[in-house]
Nanobody, 124 residues
Framework: QVQLVESGGGLVQVGGSLRLSCAAI????????MAWFRQPPGKEREFVAA????????RYANSVQGRFTVSKDPAEMTVTLQMNSLKPEDTAVYYC?????????????????WGQGTQVTVSS
């Protein structure tokens, strides 16, 4: 069982930046691919970005391409999401997840278990 701990959310103005972190705790998690997801108020959870265990970026959602950067620190077994040029539509609870199967990480429906998430609010 992988434990997921997200942190770094907060309130920021339009155009600002935030940096989120996710720690995946459990056996073999240093060999897992990881992904970020988000759930805007009143909407379904959606994919944001995924990164392989090697550190290779797999994919970004079109809505964040060019503004968000996902990276991995293998020594710390953490994944960060640097979010720049934030928009009001980026307001959401952000979650991460981890899996050895990259394909599963591209859809939030692959997972039943989630961490507590971290709230990001972008004010206009």
């Amino acid at each position: 069982q992988v434990q997921l701990v997200e942190s770094g959310g907060g309130l920021v103005q339009v155009g600002g930046s935030l940096r989120l972190s996710c720690a995946a705790i459990g056996p073999m998690t240093n060999r897992f691919a990881m992904a970020w997801f988000r759930q805007p108020p009143g909407k379904e959870r959606e994919f944001v970005a995924a990164i392989a265990w090697s550190g290779e970026v797999i994919r970004y959602a079109n809505s964040v391409q060019g503004r968000f950067t996902v990276s991995k620190d293998p020594a710390e077994m953490t994944v960060t999401l640097q979010m720049n040029s934030l928009k009001p539509e980026d307001t959401a609870v952000y979650y991460c997840n981890a899996d050895p199967n990259i394909a599963r990480l591209l859809s939030p429906s692959s997972f039943d278990s989630w961490g507590q998430g971290t709230q990001v609010t972008v004010s206009s």
